[in-house]
C-alpha cells in the first residue's frame, strides 16, 4: 500500500514561493535530475512539458545536458535549435532568439545544450540564476533536464531553481542516486525536492522482483510525486522524433498528464498499475 496517494506533492511542492527563493507572481523554474543514467528523465521533461502545455501554460523546456543533447530528438526538432542557454548566458543570443517554439505543441518552446561537454566559462552560478530569473519572466514553468549522475552542472541549475524533481527507476542503485542527486539541493538550500519513480512494472513488483514504491520512497527519503509505468510507446516515439503526448494513449501519457496537474497543485490519485 502507497503511504500517499495523493503523492505527497500537493501541499509541499506546488507552490514554491514559501522557500523564498521566487516572487509568486513569476513563473516557476523546475530542476530534473537523477543520479544514473537510463531512468527515462528527458522523456519524463517532454512528457510533463506538453502535459502543461495542454493545460494552458507557456512552458520552456531547457536542455542542460551539455554534448550528450537530446531533447531535440525526442521532441522532433533535430535540425531546428541553432543557439544554446549558453549562448543566452553569454549574450549573443536573447532568450527569444535562442528559445524556439515547437512545430506543433502550443505555448512550448525549447532550448538546447552546448554541443561542447565543456562548460563555458561564463555559466556559473550567479549567471545561471540570473538566466533562470529571465525565464520565470517570460515563461509560467521553465522545466531544465539536468545530466545524469552528479555532475556540477546540476548545483548550477540547483541554485537558482524553485523545485526539484529526480527521476529514478526501481531500483536499488537508480534509488541510491537519486538519494545523492537530492543532496545536491539540499546543500544549495532547495526543500522542494520530490521523486518520480519511472519505469514501473506492476508485474515485477508483484514478483518481489522490482522495488515497490514504499520502498522507493523510503530508500530514496524523498516524497512522492508521481509514477509513471513502463510504456512501449515511449521508445517507439522517441526513436520516430515523435511527441508521444500526440500519439499515443498509454499509461505514460496518464501518468505524466496526472504529474502535471500535481504540479498545478491538484490533489490527483495515483494512477492504478
Not at 520552456?60 to 543557439?83: E, H, K, P
Request: aromatic share 6%.
Amino acid at each position: 500500500m502507497i503511504k500517499s496517494l495523493w503523492g505527497e506533492c500537493s501541499a509541499g511542492f506546488a507552490g514554491g514561493a514559501q522557500t523564498g527563493r521566487r516572487c509568486s507572481s513569476v513563473g516557476t523554474v523546475i530542476i530534473t535530475a537523477s543520479g544514473k543514467g537510463g531512468t527515462g528523465k528527458t522523456s519524463f521533461c517532454c512528457g510533463t512539458a506538453v502535459a502543461l502545455c495542454a493545460l494552458g501554460e507557456k512552458v520552456l523546456l531547457v536542455d542542460a545536458d551539455s554534448g550528450l543533447r537530446n531533447l531535440d530528438i525526442v521532441l522532433g526538432m533535430t535540425d531546428q535549435l541553432l543557439f544554446s542557454f549558453s549562448d543566452v548566458i553569454a549574450g549573443r543570443a536573447s532568450l527569444k532568439e535562442a528559445a524556439v517554439k515547437h512545430p506543433i505543441v502550443k505555448n512550448l518552446r525549447v532550448l538546447t545544450a552546448p554541443a561542447s561537454s565543456k562548460l563555458e566559462s561564463c555559466v556559473t552560478k550567479e549567471k545561471v540564476a540570473a538566466f533562470l530569473q529571465n525565464c520565470r519572466a517570460h515563461f509560467t514553468y521553465t522545466i531544465v533536464d539536468c545530466p545524469a549522475g552528479l555532475p556540477d552542472t546540476i548545483s548550477y541549475f540547483a541554485a537558482g531553481g524553485d523545485r526539484a524533481v529526480i527521476v529514478s527507476t526501481p531500483d536499488y542503485t537508480s534509488l541510491r542516486g537519486a538519494e545523492q542527486a537530492a543532496q545536491i539541493f539540499y546543500r544549495e538550500k532547495m526543500d522542494n525536492v520530490r521523486i518520480v519513480v519511472n519505469r514501473v512494472r506492476p508485474g515485477m513488483i508483484e514478483q518481489g522482483d522490482m522495488v515497490n514504491i514504499d520502498r522507493a520512497m523510503d530508500l530514496s527519503g524523498l516524497g512522492l510525486l508521481g509514477v509513471v509505468p513502463e510504456d512501449r510507446d515511449i521508445i517507439a516515439c522517441g526513436n520516430a522524433g515523435k511527441v508521444l503526448m500526440l500519439y499515443s494513449e498509454g499509461p505514460a501519457v496518464t501518468a505524466y498528464q496526472n504529474i502535471a496537474r500535481r504540479l498545478k497543485g491538484e490533489k490527483v490519485r495515483l494512477m492504478k498499475l
